[in-house]
Structure formats: C-alpha cells, structure tokens
C-alpha cells in the first residue's frame, strides 16, 4: 500500500485507492434513496457527492409536494436526514467528482476527476440534471427565492403575481402554461420572434393569450434579476430589438442605439432553457444515452427497469427521467437501481464481492 500525501488517502499496489462493491454518482434524492437501499441490503455503497452535494434540491427553499412532509419541508433539510439514514445503514458519502468509468474492465475502474481510481463491481449513476440558466446577475442570490427551473415544483408558491418564464420551446410553452393555475398573469419572454415549440403547445398557449391569462413578449431577453432573498423577486431589467437577439446585439456597437432596455415589474421567474444530464463521465463506455446525454436504460435491456446497456452499470433519477423530474420520481428510481444492482451482484458477483484489500480512506463524515 502507498500514501496519496495530496488527497491523504491510501492506494493498494494497482493504484486502485479501494474496491467497493457498489459505487453511487451522486447524493441528491436518487443517490441517497438508492444508497439506503443498497446498505440495507449489505452492499456497501459508496456514494461520491460531485460538484452539487445534495443535487438541485439544496437549491429550493422548501418543498411541500413531498409526502409525508404536511407543513413541506425545506430541500436542504430533507436532503441532510436522507443522507442520516443512508449512513445509519452503513453508506458512505465522499466528497469526489467521477470523471470516468471503464466498463471495459471487471470489476469496474471509477477515476475521480484528482485522478484516485476506485473499482466497484456495480455502479448506478444518479449523477442528475442540471437545469440551465442564462449567468445574469442577480441569479445565484434569488435561485430558490422567486427564481425557479420548476415551475410543477415551485408554481404554486406564487399565486396571484405577475410570473415571467423564460424560454421558447416545449418546456417553457408547458410551463407557461401550468403557471397560468397560480399567476394574475404570465409573461412569456422569448429572444426571438419564432418559438421553437411543437405546433401542440403552440395552440395551447395561444388559447391562453386569447383568454388574456399569457402575455408573449418576443425578441426580449433578461439582463439582470432585482430583489431579495428576503423578498422575492421585485423585479427584471429586459432588453428588446425587433430582429431578436438583443442582447448580442447590445454588444454590438452597429446595433446597441436600437435595443430598448426597460424595467419590468416581476413577482416570480421561472427558468424553462433545458436541462443538460450529467452524463460526461461515462462517455466512451457502452451506456446508450439519447441524443441530449440522458441515460437509457431497461427499454429492451435485460436486468430491471434501471438497468443500461452494461450489466452492472444502472440509472436513476433526472439524469434517465427528462419528462417527471420530481424528488419522489427520482427517489423512486434509486429504489429501483438498488434493487436491480443487488439482483446483478447476487446473481453475477456473489455474496462476496471481488474486494481488493479495503484502504483506510477517510470519510467526510
Ligand atoms: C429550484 C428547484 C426546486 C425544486 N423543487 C422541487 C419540489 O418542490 N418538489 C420536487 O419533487 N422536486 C423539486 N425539484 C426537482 C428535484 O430537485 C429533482 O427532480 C431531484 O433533485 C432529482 O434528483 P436526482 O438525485 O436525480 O438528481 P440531483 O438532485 O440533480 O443530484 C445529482 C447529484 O449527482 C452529483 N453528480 C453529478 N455529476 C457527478 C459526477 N460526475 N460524479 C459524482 N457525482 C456527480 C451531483 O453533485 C448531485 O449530488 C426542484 C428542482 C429545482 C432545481
């Protein structure tokens, strides 16, 4: 054995840091459910946090459509008794990034992104999505105090305000137009003059601009987002130009006198630009992902619901679900990836796992 004197944690002579039965990407609600699961069922999970420990509900202030919770609960606080009872049952959380996995090997070479590799003989990857935003200021402070990527989440927190959501596809057409339930009125800011939606969600947020319930504004983008963690959001700078684009072309000496810039009173912002899955890490390896990144699994495979085109690797939570993206789907899909990832080590591994010789890696806990 040697000594990483830079990350203190100790190396078995492959330069293999230590050998897990089961490694998890990622401790947001599937991770965590999934390591629960796995630890009960004595497979000893290690779960790595990457870059967002916690996973996006750290994000939001509190969360009232979770069961069992009837007062709500706040995201960062069901996430921290989660991870209690993951570790109450033996699962360990490291801090650590995986930056890839090789499948071409048994049992499988995790590498983490400061280069220690561990192996594991299952994986499940509950690494998320992350919701994309604009990086304007005045988003880190309000994120999760009245700017949102949730509209099924956080919509009803703002009954009876002006909501602005932002975007121009099949999200932001459906979120518009579930938002219209709560909002006095909702104001559809699109950058430019044709939405990219499909014709169904068109219609229905036409209907809704007939109804006089949607404002659209076209070829208008956000600059910067005013308020208060305190207060919510009070209101949203925006810029417009008839051809589009404006901020660009704010940018742009030719065209900066044509853009109109204004104030607009908001009481909420909803964010509804996509999400990218967090799949680069296992990039090259036989997992079939769709063409945005996010994991396939079970459609045909053998193995469970969860299970990828590689027997061992499995996947739960939003970075397989594009469509629910909801805490109790994603935990119920790490339910699921822990269940079929014990049936593949019973059936594949054994009851003995293949371990190397366990280092003594310092938890976080
Ligand atoms: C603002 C906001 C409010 C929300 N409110 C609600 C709500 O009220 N109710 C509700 O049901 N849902 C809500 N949601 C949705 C809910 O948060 C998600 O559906 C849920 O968190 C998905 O869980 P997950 O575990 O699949 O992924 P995530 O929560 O995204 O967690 C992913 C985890 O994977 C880790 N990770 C990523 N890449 C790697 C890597 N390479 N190596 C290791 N780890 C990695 C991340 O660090 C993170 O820990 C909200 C979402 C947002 C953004």
């Not at 946090?49 to 069992?68: A, H, I, S």
């Not at 200021?137 to 009954?159: I, K, N, Q, W």
């Not at 805490?327 to 594949?348: P, Q, V």
Request: charged share 25%.
């Amino acid at each position: 054995m040697t000594e990483d004197t830079e990350t203190g944690a100790a190396e078995t002579d492959g330069g293999v840091v230590e050998h897990r039965r089961l490694i998890v990407a990622g401790t947001g609600i599937a991770g965590l459910t999934a390591a629960i699961y796995a630890a009960r069922s004595n497979n000893d999970p290690l779960v790595f946090e990457g870059d967002e420990p916690g996973g996006q509900l750290t994000l939001t202030t509190e969360v009232d459509n979770y069961p069992g919770f009837p007062e709500g609960i706040s995201g960062p606080e069901l996430i921290t008794d989660m991870k209690s009872q993951a570790k109450r049952f033996g699962a360990e959380t490291k801090n650590g990034v995986i930056a890839s996995v090789d499948d071409a090997t048994r049992p499988f070479r995790v590498e983490l992104t400061n280069g220690d590799v561990y192996t594991a003989d299952a994986v499940i990857a509950a690494s998320g999505a992350s919701a994309r935003t604009l990086g304007i200021p005045g988003e880190d402070e309000l994120m999760g105090y009245g700017l949102s990527t949730c509209a099924t989440c956080d919509g009803a927190f703002f009954r009876g305000e002006d909501i602005v959501v932002i975007g121009g596809g099949d999200a932001a057409m459906e979120e518009a137009n579930f938002l219209t339930k709560f909002a006095d009125t909702v104001y559809l800011i699109h950058r430019r003059e044709e939405f990219r939606a499909e014709d169904y969600w068109i219609d229905r947020v036409q209907e809704k601009v007939d109804a006089g319930e949607i404002e659209i504004m076209r070829n208008t983008e956000a600059l910067e987002l005013h308020g208060t963690p305190e207060d919510g959001v009070d209101h949203v700078t925006l810029a417009r130009h008839p051809d589009g684009h404006p901020k660009e072309k704010l940018d742009d000496p030719e065209f900066a006198d044509e853009v109109e810039v204004f104030d607009f009173d908001a009481g909420a912002v909803f964010y509804a630009i996509g999400h990218t899955p967090n799949t680069e890490y296992l990039q090259g390896t036989g997992v079939e992902m769709d063409d945005e990144g996010y994991l396939q699994t079970a459609g045909g495979f053998d193995g469970g619901q969860t299970a990828t085109a590689v027997p061992g690797i499995f996947g739960a939570g939003d970075v397989v679900d594009y469509h629910y993206q909801q805490a109790i789907t994603a935990g119920g899909m790490g339910c699921k990836a822990a269940i079929d990832a014990d049936d593949y080590l019973e059936s594949e591994v054994g009851a003995e796992s293949q371990a190397s010789e366990p280092a003594a890696a310092e938890s976080d806990d």
